[in-house]
């Protein structure tokens, strides 16, 4: 019997109408078009302005695009994993309503939270279940509503976030096809560089921690952003030595979307010459956490060729990191 390898079989995306562009920050915080596009990449993100919905809202238009998509019926899936740092409640997992909201009667759902990793760590997870032949029909859906957790007083992080969502199906392989190895870390050497210091077990909410705007993301840049190229950098480079691949053989570098130069910097390292194979887009969503890689692939899709090698990368508060070597499995 050939062995078992779990493939993206189909991707689903879904972001937001509402557009926050550089030059509408100008007016919200001291800063200029010219800093954040030099510093960042980023000149626009999308808001999810309503306040009556969360994440589950994002996530079921982009698990939806899926079922339009195949025509897969709901009730055939059998585990939707929901990688998300922005639940619509710290306890009734969003997955559960999102399946619920779907129609995915017979599955059963969870959310995943490594912060900007979460969508791979979620990938990973995803394959073990299939290829211990345990489930067939996985999705991993990655949404976020960043702008539910930013200070837009806050120039060194409204700028950055924004809100989206993507999803994707895993199914079991015999051509030997999708996931073939990943190299996942986390180091709490992070934990005080990117977080939301309120509002969980450690500090609960009170008046103070609200006054005190602890329930918003803070991020010690700088510091963050020497670990992420290292981190990414480094795993993205071992992965395609531990495969024996040259940058000849990598079609396509998938790697979350925090910062342009970060970004570069990790293809640099891969010897990646070619920018058209660098995925970016960045420029129209910002950093959408659990988003980045699933809009990346909704976005790229009719790029992507059967047997195509694709390196994913992610960094994350945590810290989280990792690289994942994958090979595409259709057409589209
Ligand atoms: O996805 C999760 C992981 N997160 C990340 O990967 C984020 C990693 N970090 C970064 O992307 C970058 O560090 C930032 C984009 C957040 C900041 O860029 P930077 O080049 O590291 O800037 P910096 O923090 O070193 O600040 C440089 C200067 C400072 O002024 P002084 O001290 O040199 O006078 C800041 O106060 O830029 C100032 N600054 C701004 N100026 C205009 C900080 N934010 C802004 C702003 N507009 N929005």
């Given at each position: 019997m050939s062995k078992i390898t779990a493939a993206i079989t189909a991707v689903g995306a879904y972001v937001p109408e509402d557009i926050l562009t550089n030059e509408m920050l100008e007016e919200m915080v001291e800063t200029t078009d010219e800093w954040i596009t030099s510093r960042t990449g980023i000149k626009e993100r999308r808001i999810?302005?309503?306040?009556?919905?969360?994440?589950s809202y994002l996530a079921i238009r982009a698990a939806e695009e899926i079922l339009r998509k195949t025509?897969?019926?709901?009730?055939?899936?059998?585990l939707i994993i929901m990688a998300t740092a922005?639940?619509?409640?710290?306890?009734?997992s969003t997955g559960v309503y999102v399946a619920t909201e779907i129609g995915a009667t017979n599955a059963f759902s969870y959310d995943l939270q490594a912060a900007c990793s979460s969508f791979l760590y979620g990938m990973s997870t995803a394959a073990a279940y299939i290829e211990s032949g345990r489930y067939k029909k996985v999705m991993v859906i990655g949404a976020d509503k960043m702008s539910s957790i930013?200070?837009?007083?806050?120039?060194t992080t409204c700028i950055i976030f924004g809100d989206g969502a993507g999803a994707v199906l895993m199914e079991p392989n015999?051509?030997?096809?999708?996931?073939?190895d990943e190299i996942l870390r986390s180091d709490a050497v992070g934990r005080a560089s990117?977080?939301?210091?309120?509002?969980?077990?450690l500090t609960p909410p009170t008046e103070e921690t609200v006054a005190k705007k602890l329930h918003f993301v803070r991020q010690d840049g700088k510091t963050v952003f020497k670990f992420a190229v290292s981190n990414m950098a480094g795993v993205s480079e071992q992965i395609m030595k531990r495969n024996n691949l040259t940058n000849e053989d990598v079609d396509w570098l998938v790697a979350h979307q925090a910062n342009k130069r970060i970004i570069d910097a990790t293809a640099n390292r891969m010897n990646?010459?070619?920018?058209?194979k660098v995925l970016m887009n960045i420029q129209r969503y910002g950093n959408t956490t659990s988003a980045t890689l699933p809009l990346l692939l909704s976005d790229y899709e009719k790029n992507f060729k059967k047997g195509d090698n694709l390196i994913f990368a992610s960094f994350g508060g945590g810290f989280t990191w990792g690289a994942a070597y994958l090979k595409w499995a259709y057409n589209s």
């Open positions: 999810l302005k309503d306040p009556t919905k969360g994440t025509g897969l019926d709901p009730k055939e899936i059998d922005t639940p619509d409640m710290p306890v009734a930013i200070d837009y007083s806050d120039r015999t051509e030997g096809l999708g996931l073939q990117l977080n939301i210091e309120a509002g969980g077990s990646l010459n070619d920018e058209s």
